[in-house]
């Protein structure tokens, strides 16, 4: 399996505090099945900044030391970077990482609203030849009051993500019930753990498929997992046109 949004990288943020706890995270993730994991370290948010050349310098690092512990896990490149006004001008900047070094770009929204210039800013990656993939929507505020509010984005050329644990039911049960609902709308292109750490916040992938598949059925589980594949091997990814909202969604 691959993992495409993780906080793997010890020190950076958040996440993993030291080589050792990133090691017991890959080897948590080994143990599921995950052989390529992305590290995504917040990017630009308010508190903490992943500076290009340290990711990539850490990744190395990583890849080195997983290496020499005998692990087949390989970890990629990348940012999970907060949307902001000026980003089209740091990517410009050469300042941001891909996820992989593809045409896949991670964003992070703020927690409780959606920026207005949002539209904006997925027009202004996708004429650069870019797809923004969409962290975590199930977590923002304003869109678990509109959900419609993804197909939008979709329409413009945005994918999206949904964290393992919001499945699972980590979080809450409303946001559950939200991950359920996108998923049936086929608002949803990826799932990833957001592993933060090797106990609290760990990789949760394998269960989150077997979730997945009582929502979508075998076949769109199995479509999920490719599209982390296709990603990873920088190909195009198919999209279905959302589905309209019924008046009343089943939990399963």
């Not at 050469?94 to 929204?109: D, F, H």
């Not at 984005?153 to 945005?158: C, L, N, P, T, V």
């Not at 589980?221 to 990603?231: A, I, T």
Request: proline fraction near 4%; aromatic fraction near 6%; charged fraction near 25%.
């Amino acid at each position: 399996m691959i993992e495409l949004h993780t906080h793997i990288l010890p020190g950076l943020d958040d996440g993993a505090r030291s080589k050792e706890e990133a090691l017991e995270m890959v080897l948590q993730a080994s143990e599921q099945g995950i052989r390529h994991i992305v590290a995504t370290p917040h990017h630009g948010n308010g508190v903490y900044e992943a500076p290009r050349e340290v990711v990539l310098q850490q990744v190395e690092e990583m890849n080195e030391f997983i290496g020499w512990h005998g692990l087949q896990v390989t970890i990629h490149a990348g940012q999970e970077i907060r949307v902001n006004a000026g980003l089209i001008d740091e990517w410009e900047n050469n300042e941001l990482l891909t996820v992989a070094n593809s045409k896949y770009i991670l964003l992070e929204l703020p927690h409780n609203h959606v920026p207005a210039y949002l539209m904006d800013l997925l027009y202004e990656f996708s004429i650069r030849g870019l797809v923004p993939v969409i962290a975590h929507p199930e977590r923002n505020k304003e869109v678990g009051e509109t959900p419609d509010l993804l197909e939008q984005w979709i329409k413009q050329g945005a994918l999206c993500q949904i964290t393992a644990h919001s499945l699972t039911g980590q979080f809450s049960r409303r946001i559950q019930k939200l991950s359920v609902q996108l998923l049936k709308r086929k608002m949803i292109h990826f799932v990833s753990s957001d592993a933060h750490n090797s106990v609290t916040r760990t990789f949760a992938l394998r269960e989150a498929y077997r979730l997945a598949e009582r929502v979508v059925g075998r076949g769109g589980m199995n479509r999920l997992k490719d599209n982390s594949r296709r990603l990873l091997a920088n190909e195009e990814i198919t999209v279905d046109a959302p589905v309209k909202a019924r008046r009343k969604l089943l939990f399963w």
